[in-house]
């Protein structure tokens, strides 16, 4: 079945440090690829998607892209602020409509001043 | 603004008890869906709903049912609530179709004593 396998942590940074969260996947399909954020107390926010091979999905500085030859969507961010410490998941999705997501085990960061 | 909201932040309740998590979404969407988060498990999909009196079993439903008889409501029953049951429960929704993203819940943490 399919499977989402990312980088496990806690990942310690310092404010202004460079982030790199890895996340591989095994699917049948062509999925679409997603990077959850949930933030302490909170429920999870979508952070950035990309439904195709070779897209790039961004926001908030964060940059994933859509590697199929590697089977990757690694998490990028050039800058991190002490606001990002959170859980970071990779999910996908195969299309069948019902949108169901498989989701990595999450990625710890936190960022000190 | 996108809206999903679960009826309790916390709930503590006893083994053996029949135990009733509600979670109400305000967009309109078909689909609807159940996880438990546990550490260095991620997310596990217990139930999903693509309509109205419409369920799923998603990856881990021992021990749980759901009903839906509105497309806006999705309830998650523990039938008879056991102390591995003790977890975050979280709900999603998302429209169908398109890859489209799950809205989250901010979560029920769930202790069975």
């Known amino acids: 079945g399919d499977s989402v396998t990312q980088m496990e942590g806690p990942v310690t940074l310092s404010e202004e440090a460079c982030l790199t969260i890895?996340?591989?996947?095994?699917?049948?399909?062509?999925?679409?690829l997603f990077w959850y954020v949930q933030y302490p107390g909170e429920g999870l926010q979508l952070l950035l998607k990309?439904?195709?091979?070779?897209d790039k999905g961004s926001n908030k500085g964060f940059e994933a892209t859509y590697r199929k030859e590697t089977t990757s969507f690694h998490l990028e961010k050039g800058s991190v602020q002490v606001s990002d410490s959170a859980v970071y998941f990779c999910?996908?999705?195969?299309?069948?409509?019902?949108?169901?997501?498989?989701f990595g085990t999450g990625t710890r960061l936190l960022v000190s001043p | 603004d996108v809206k999903v909201t679960q009826s309790s932040r916390y709930l503590v309740k006893r083994t053996g008890e029949k135990v009733f998590l509600e979670c109400v979404q305000d967009m309109d969407h078909e689909n609807m869906f159940w996880y438990r988060q546990d550490p260095g498990l991620g997310l596990r999909l217990i139930y999903f709903?693509?309509?109205?009196?419409?369920?799923e079993k998603g990856d881990i439903p021992e021990g749980y049912s759901v009903s839906r008889e509105k497309k806006e409501r999705f309830s998650l029953i523990l039938e008879s609530a056991s102390t591995n049951q003790t977890s975050m429960y979280l709900c999603a929704s998302s429209v169908r179709g398109g890859n489209q993203p799950q809205h989250f819940g901010d979560g029920t943490r769930l202790s069975i004593l």
């Open positions: 990309a439904t195709k091979a070779d």
């Open positions: 890895n996340c591989t996947y095994t699917a049948t399909g062509y999925p679409s």
């Open positions: 999910a996908l999705s195969e299309d069948t409509g019902f949108q169901k997501l498989v």
């Open positions: 709903s693509y309509d109205v009196k419409m369920k």
